[in-house]
């Protein structure tokens, strides 16, 4: 057992020439050599409240994991004076328990949870130890190099689970003259416990985060784009091949499989919608999103391609990005509806305005089936004549018309067999077409205009309408018996101003593109222009923003757009329109009595962008 002296004779006559364990005299010098006061006599390096919020939120599941083991510790321990510490992978107290004898102990000490156990800030103990070495250990009080702690003995164990370190776990006791070898058994065997049922936590987690890649993502990029998810620990939960081999690329390059993951990390932790980096003087776009079920994080996915966003394929982020990737609540269950229900062979009606998206929904609800590798075929119903309209369904026979293809000619829908087809604007199908395509949906095949076989057909058929088809029916319009036939599931999108919460991702995603195409910097946006996009109608969605950017793009002339802009692409405000920017300026200025910092306030601009106006149109 350690003795007092040599305790004294190390920290106070600088011996080093001593019998102390060889761990415990190497923690020693290293809390020397950091400037750790022996003399400390309470724990006084905490984080904010504000911060450990965050800190147990992002540690969630080690704590969901570790409770029960605690708590059953807590019943079976006899005797008393028994305190139980709950590390966290950087060395925070995020969860303690302890009884009424030792807790008053740890209170006069400044023990709790938020403190930082890591030896510059508490010195020698099992735990800090363990912590910088992720090896067991036990110590007994004299060994602990501050006053405050050497009250207590304990063990300390950390925890890994499938090889990743995630915390540690410690068992203290009030001594002297405990059995370290008991406290290093509790401590091993529930850094184990914890370690089990983290690794079972996260089996679920994972087969719910695989199902959700699987069936959202892997088909919506090519065979090149990489794609890799971590729990909310950074614990890797799934990845392929192209993933695992930019992983591989960036080991070599850092040198450290660590270091490599720690910077496809910080892309998540800083929040971004995406970002790029290079590694060996190659650019990799990396666009990541969040898993969320029932309110709660489980994991983000990344999405990496082996080129910078100038040069990804067109078409891909505006499908996915620009009609899906929501934070309406509302919104992200009509998605999981739509993942369900293409599963099905059924028809499916798509109903919401115009422009708000009802034909990439269509799109990804074909890629979310089984027929995703056969043919996607979408029709207008509104843009072709009805002569045409009829030939472009259902095809023709040689010599059905004055210039028919002498062989005839087949459908789309025939084309379309054994995939899916789109029947945009629906409710705009003349009554004696509806008719025809309801006998081909009821008896799966087709009779080409001019002919009399009827040819079998395997098709899914997909519809779209902004108009209200119950009401085209009791006024004739539309015939009852197709809509029910089309409407076996109902998927209807939510207009733009019902996704509020959406706008602001959206445009900076339009925006963006639109500048890279007019070969443009970025246009940036004041916070009031956010408002006031966030508070516009929209009655064209999507389709209307997208109009509006690409006005702005190639027709705002400066780098930075504020309100008076934002009122003059939008339309609004008619007193505004009709008055040039260098008197809107003016008024301002005014209004302000020359104060440019208010003036600056006013627009919604800063007194930089300011300056520039009041240069360019030189107003006094």
């Known amino acids: 057992m350690m003795t007092d002296e040599l305790w004294r004779q190390f920290v106070l006559d600088g011996n080093t020439d001593i019998n102390v364990r060889k761990e415990v005299l190497e923690s020693w010098n290293r809390c020397k050599q950091m400037g750790v006061s022996h003399e400390r006599e309470n724990v006084f390096s905490y984080i904010p409240q504000s911060d450990l919020v965050g800190r147990r ?80 250990m036990a110590t007994s009080g004299n060994e602990h190099y501050c006053l405050a702690l050497r009250v207590w003995d ?7 689970v499938d090889g990743e370190y995630i915390g540690a776990f410690d068992v203290c006791r009030m001594g002297p003259s405990n059995d370290l070898r008991e406290l290093y058994t509790l401590a091993f065997a529930g850094a184990h416990a914890i370690s089990e049922r983290y690794r079972f936590h996260k089996a679920e987690i994972k087969e719910q985060v695989l199902s959700h890649v699987l069936t959202e993502y892997v088909h919506k990029f090519n065979s090149n784009t990489g794609i890799i998810s971590f729990d909310k620990q950074g614990i890797e939960l799934y990845k392929n091949k192209p993933a695992h081999d930019f992983l591989k690329l960036c080991e070599e390059n850092n040198g450290h499989s660590e270091s490599s993951k720690k910077m496809i990390l910080s892309s998540v932790e800083k929040g971004s919608v995406s970002t790029e980096i290079e590694v060996n003087e190659k650019k ?28 990804l394929p067109k ?5 996915d990005y620009f009609a899906f990737h929501t934070k309406n609540t509302a919104f992200q269950k009509t998605i999981q509806t739509a993942i369900k229900v293409s599963r099905s062979d059924a028809s499916i009606l798509i109903q919401g305005e115009s422009g708000v998206g009802k034909d990439f929904m269509a799109r990804f609800i074909h890629k979310q089936s089984e027929r995703r590798d056969k043919p996607y075929t979408a029709i207008n119903c509104a843009a072709l004549p009805r002569e045409l309209i009829t030939t472009e ?12 293809k002498h062989k005839g000619n087949q459908g789309k829908i025939e084309a379309s067999d054994k995939g899916t087809i789109f029947l945009d604007e629906i409710a705009d199908l003349p009554l004696d077409l509806q008719a025809t395509l309801l006998r081909t949906l009821e008896e799966k095949q087709v009779v080409r205009v001019g002919g009399t076989t009827p040819i079998p057909v395997d098709v899914r058929f997909l519809a779209a309408t902004n108009k209200n088809i119950k009401k085209l029916i009791e006024k004739g319009e539309f015939r009852e018996d197709l809509y029910y036939r089309l409407n076996v599931f109902n998927i209807k999108i939510p207009s733009l101003r019902e996704r509020i919460e ?59 757009f504020d309100s008076f802009h934002a009122h003059e692409f939008l339309g609004l ?6 008055i040039s920017e260098r008197e809107y300026l003016s008024i301002i200025l005014n209004k302000a009595n020359g104060n440019r910092a208010q003036a ?21």
């Open 315 to 319: 078409g891909k982020i505006n499908q």
């Open 600 to 620: 600056a306030r006013e627009m919604g601009i800063s007194r930089s962008a300011l300056y520039r106006k009041i240069q360019k149109y030189n107003v006094e």
């Open 573 to 578: 405000d008619q007193s505004i329109d009709k």
């Open 284 to 311: 990799f776009f990396i666009n990541s999103e969040e898993i969320v079920k029932r309110g709660k994080p489980l994991a983000n996915v990344l999405f990496i391609h082996s080129q910078t966003k100038e040069t």
């Open 57 to 136: 939120q992002k540690n969630l599941d080690l704590i969901n994991a570790a409770l029960p083991v605690m708590k059953d510790f807590c019943k079976g321990l006899k005797g008393g004076g028994y305190l139980l510490l709950l590390a966290d992978a950087e060395g925070y107290l995020v969860e303690m328990m302890a009884d009424h004898k030792s807790q008053k102990i740890a209170d006069q000490c400044g023990m709790s949870v938020g403190a930082r156990w890591m030896e510059e800030n508490v010195g020698s103990t099992g735990l800090s130890i363990a912590l910088r070495t992720r090896t067991a």
């Open 154 to 160: 304990c063990s300390a164990c950390p925890i890994f």
């Open 393 to 404: 369904l259902f095809g023709y026979e040689g010599g059905a018309f004055t210039g028919a």
């Open 502 to 560: 959406d706008v602001e991702s959206i445009l900076n995603t339009m925006l963006g593109e639109a500048c890279e195409k007019a070969q443009r910097k970025t246009i940036s946006f004041t916070p009031e222009v956010m408002n006031i996009f966030e508070q516009h109608t929209w009655p064209g969605n999507l389709r209307e923003m997208r109009n509006v950017i690409e006005r702005i793009v190639y027709l705002h002339d400066e780098d930075y």
